[in-house]
């Protein structure tokens, strides 16, 4: 018997439509767990490296994580996998909700698509009972509108449902799978899956997931539920609002924006609106969110509250997720009732909530510079809001100017040309990323910033403090209880970290620190998406419920393998280490892994090559950020040297 997983993945051929229920090797999950490790694996062996993001050979694969479906709170998360069109390198995004447990009730541990649809279709699975079914008369709806549509043709009301919407369907590089009240939004897995004629999968399941050792199993999760009750009324003190609890992140129920919007960077990621909170504002963006939020809703098995219905005059009731409240009206420097508005149009078309308000503000920029004119964009309003939605209709038809910004600021400002590219530059690896402009460089966050192969710092960054608390009895009271720290050097790193202005140390936490520290939050992130945990209580949060302590416990409880921190911290190297191998077989160099040039306002470039330097080889990489074949062996991954090897990537390895 498996236990925690199903030991089977359903196989469907959109190109010769068949369908496939397939045993998966028990092996593979003890080397890769699950989620987003046995995806890497199957990306690894299966899709060639000059593989077109929108070629039929390319997949797209549907995991739940290991611990989804079982008692664990918050085991919910939908790993989407894919090679993107944006990026060209591995995509992962992560969806909430209750698609990835209801495909565990099925009797599947993933979804694997390739090929391509000559028609418009939706996948239907109900347990045993797998087909392929016209979507012709879903073209053009709305994400989700068509889950709607769908469940009712059905007549099955608790089907779960991830589809696309118009951007999906028009290859947008930016479109996101929508599921309700979450979504996988970014590196463009929506493009994919609209590229494969599939507008939606609907699943519905009945079955069991069976548990190893179900006592204790209930013991540890009963302490998670214990622990997270605890943190509900003792919030961490010193730090903003979305950091002193749990969640991922507790947007919809924080009313204080200041630290967004005095610190993030707004429009085209550039301008800040210091001196712009002020009392009026704070009353009038409180009373449009306690007016527009219906009720703050979770996700499958979860106690924490992130998300909200969400209904605006004029605008269909509809789910939000955290930060997405804010994106659009940062990319339009309007305020709140504009982002909640046209933040439903957004989701029904399926657009990523960081990429798209930027790429229509970058294009609002290069008008205003004169780099683009009415000619090329022919009708456009004069208003600022009435831009926006004018230029997220042209994007998602992909007509006219929409078509080039369809791609993302990197690749239009390619096309563009005439100074386009000075104005596209809040990208890494051609991917727009969260809109930070700093003062100071951060070792922690550059390396971080440069290094992910999620390419986004939210995938990122978690458990230790993003800044050094003001006082040493406030740094001192922080570390009394931090049993989450792998090792109690952290609780020195942070005690010594001293408040850092502009004339002062900028070299602390030091380098080898950095990577210290780096390492662990990273790990913490490839666990969960291994497990299939929301990161909004583990990698992500000050003090989370799950940490690398218990971890193993749940795993070992839950699988019936024998894993303790030393084997689960391998298998979380093991799972990067092949990330980044997968990336560096399509191209990934180190003269790519860079922040944006302005990110920071002072930079120190001998400073960042030493990270760099430091960082690779802490992780087993040489000086271009590949794998070695000592530390590939030592991962039990002497297929991937050996590729590499034959390749020409690896040379003059002993």
């Known amino acids: 018997m498996r236990y925690a997983e199903t030991g089977y993945n359903l196989e469907v051929d959109l190109s010769r439509g068949s369908i496939e229920r397939v045993e998966t090797d028990p092996r593979e999950t003890e080397l890769h767990l699950g989620g987003l490790g046995a995806n890497a694996k199957i990306l690894w062996d299966r899709v060639p490296p000059e593989t077109d993001p929108f070629a039929p050979e390319n997949l797209l694969i549907f995991s739940a994580g290991i611990l989804v479906g079982t008692p664990a ?52 699975v109900s347990n045993d009972k797998v087909e392929i079914r016209d979507a012709s008369h879903l073209q053009g709806k709305g994400a989700g509108d068509a889950a709607e549509l769908i469940k009712k043709e059905l007549n099955e009301p608790k089907a779960q449902i991830a589809s696309i919407g118009l951007a999906g369907e028009n290859r947008v590089f930016y479109a996101s799978i929508e599921q309700g009240r979450s979504s996988a939004s970014r590196g463009g897995v929506g493009a994919v899956m609209g590229d494969k004629g599939l507008k939606a999968i609907a699943v519905r399941g009945t079955k069991d997931v069976n548990i190893a050792r179900p006592a204790p199993f209930i013991g540890l999760c009963n302490d998670v539920l214990n622990y997270i009750k605890f943190r509900s009324t003792h919030p961490i003190p010193g730090v903003p609002a979305i950091l002193s609890g749990l969640g ?132 456009f309003p004069t208003g600022n809001e009435d831009r926006f939605y004018w230029l997220l209709d042209k994007i998602v038809r992909r007509e006219g100017i929409g078509d080039i910004l369809a791609d993302g600021t990197y690749w239009a400002a390619q096309r563009i040309g005439k100074g386009a590219d000075a104005f596209a530059h809040n990208n890494i690896k051609k991917h727009e990323q969260l809109p930070l402009k700093l003062g100071m460089l951060n070792p922690l966050y550059f390396l971080m910033y440069s290094t992910g192969e999620k390419i986004g710092i939210t995938q990122i960054e978690g458990q230790f403090p ?133 990110h920071w306002k002072k930079r120190f470039p001998e400073l960042e090559e030493k990270l760099l330097d430091a960082y690779y080889k802490f992780k087993g990489w040489n000086s271009e950020g590949i794998p070695t074949k000592e530390s590939l062996h030592e991962l039990a991954m002497d297929y991937v040297s050996e590729d590499l090897e034959r390749r020409g990537i690896l040379k003059n390895e002993g």
């Not at 060209?88 to 979804?111: N, Q, R």
């Not at 009313?255 to 707004?266: C, G, V």
């Not at 939050?521 to 909004?536: N, V």
């Not at 409880?557 to 894993?563: E, K, L």
């Open 73 to 124: 709170p918050s085991a919910n998360r939908t790993i989407v996998s894919t090679f993107s069109p944006q990026t060209k390198l591995m995509a992962y995004s992560m969806m909430g909700g209750f698609f990835a447990p209801e495909l565990k009730y099925a009797g599947y541990d993933k979804i694997i698509i390739r090929g391509q649809s000559p028609k418009l279709v939706y996948l239907w």
């Open 248 to 379: 991922s992140p507790q947007e919809m129920a924080i009313h204080d924006e200041s630290w967004h919007t005095e610190n993030f960077a707004w429009g085209n990621a550039r301008h800040r609106r210091k001196g712009f909170w002020t009392k009026e504002v704070e009353e009038d963006w409180r009373d449009t969110q306690e007016n527009a939020r219906e009720r703050l809703i979770s996700c499958y098995n979860c106690p924490m509250k992130c998300g909200a219905t969400i209904a605006v005059p004029d605008t269909p009731t509809y789910m939000m997720k955290c930060y997405s409240k804010l994106t659009y009206a940062m990319g339009a420097m309007s305020d709140l009732k504009f982002g909640f508005k046209i933040a439903q149009q957004a989701t029904e078309y399926g657009v990523d909530a960081f990429s798209a308000p930027q790429t229509m503000a970058f294009a609002i920029e290069l008008y205003e510079a004169g780099i683009l004119t009415d000619a090329d964009m022919p009708g």
């Open 466 to 598: 993003q800044a050094p608390f003001n006082t040493m009895e406030e740094r001192e009271e922080f570390v009394k209880d931090w049993f989450q720290v792998p090792d109690e050097k952290f609780k020195k790193y942070f005690l010594d970290w001293e408040p850092r202005g502009e004339n002062s140390n900028p070299y602390y936490p030091t380098v080898e620190m950095s990577c210290e520290i780096v390492d662990w939050m990273e790990k913490m992130h490839y666990i969960d998406d291994a497990a299939g945990i929301c990161a909004g209580l583990s990698s992500f949060p000050l003090k989370p419920p799950y940490h690398m302590h218990n971890y193993p416990l749940l795993l070992s409880a839950a699988t019936g393998f024998d894993i303790d921190e030393a084997r689960l911290s391998q298998i979380a190297r093991r799972n990067r280490t092949l990330i980044r191998a997968i990336n560096v077989r399509r191209g990934l160099r180190r003269a790519d892994e860079k922040p944006p040039e302005d």
